[in-house]
């Protein structure tokens, strides 16, 4: 009779096994959405902001993951800032460095999580109450990058926002599928971006996130994009932008 014990014992240890891993795949199961938020922790009130918003939408937000921003006055004197290609070593452009590393940072981290889609926030992006990200890809479903920034929804609108459309720069909230992930984390560093220079040449325009980012997608690599523009903000004084700085190339001053 011992046969049937043993044939007990390993139908148990299977049927365990079997549960484990069905227990650990569902654990560790790739997550549909995570936002990002880029953030230094000197700027509590606009992360309290961004929070209030965020946390108040009707239907249940996405995990978040806050990212502390890369430190522009920490960088500035780097032969990383100071040899960017296409930047002025000037208070607003290392500003800018800063958040196009930043952005890189949430991209690796996302892709190191396995998310299906990465949601980038700056931190003074206002989601709306009603907003549902699920929604959104379903009325984009070819799409590999969908800006939500609601100032590429001011006039005239039609140039901006849709299916298909590339807005030309307002990345105040920018969804990133996982199949350009690794693309974006390598043009954006200027050690690994292989179009710096070839940008450069065609616009004559600073390689700051905002516009590498669409001339990217149109040009090279002939991405997907759409633009679903409901994300509000810009509540507060850039970041960003250095009002007494007036030089050639000088970026948009609404960061």
């Known amino acids: 009779m011992l ?5 007990l014992v390993a139908v148990c240890l299977m049927t365990t096994l079997m549960y484990g891993l069905h227990k650990t795949y569902a654990h560790h199961a790739p997550e549909k959405f995570r936002a990002y938020l ?3 922790p000197r700027h ?3 992360m309290r902001n961004f929070q209030h918003h965020f946390q108040n939408t009707k239907k249940q937000p996405p995990p978040l993951t806050v990212v502390q921003a890369v430190d522009a006055q920490e960088m500035k004197h780097t032969p990383l800032f100071t040899n960017w290609p296409g930047m002025l070593n000037t208070p607003t452009h290392h500003n800018y460095k800063a958040l196009q590393l930043s952005v890189i940072k949430c991209l690796e ?3 190191k999580a396995k998310v299906e889609w990465a949601i980038i926030c700056e931190d003074d992006a206002e989601l709306p109450p009603d907003i549902n990200f699920q929604q959104i890809v379903s009325l984009y479903p070819d799409s590999e990058v969908i800006y ?3 100032r590429n929804g001011l006039q005239p609108k039609e140039l901006h926002t849709g299916d298909g459309m590339v807005p030309g720069c307002c990345m105040n909230c920018v969804m990133y599928h996982n199949s350009v992930l690794s693309t974006f984390i390598k043009e954006l560093h200027p050690h690994t971006g292989k179009h710096f220079q070839e940008y450069i ?3 004559q325009k600073a390689t700051l996130n905002d516009w590498l980012i669409p001339w990217l997608i149109t ?4 991405i997907k994009c759409s633009s679903h523009a409901v994300v509000n903000g810009h509540n507060f004084q850039s970041t960003v932008t250095v009002s007494e700085e007036h030089h050639t190339h000088q970026p ?3 960061a």
Do not use: P
Not at 219 to 222: G, H, L, N, S
């Open 38 to 40: 880029i953030n230094l």
């Open 219 to 222: 040009y090279v690599f002939r």
């Open 109 to 111: 981290i996302a892709q």
């Open 148 to 150: 939500l920034d609601g």
């Open 252 to 254: 948009r001053g609404d």
């Open 201 to 203: 040449e065609q616009t």
């Open 44 to 46: 509590t009130e606009r």
């Open 3 to 7: 046969w049937w014990y043993d044939i």
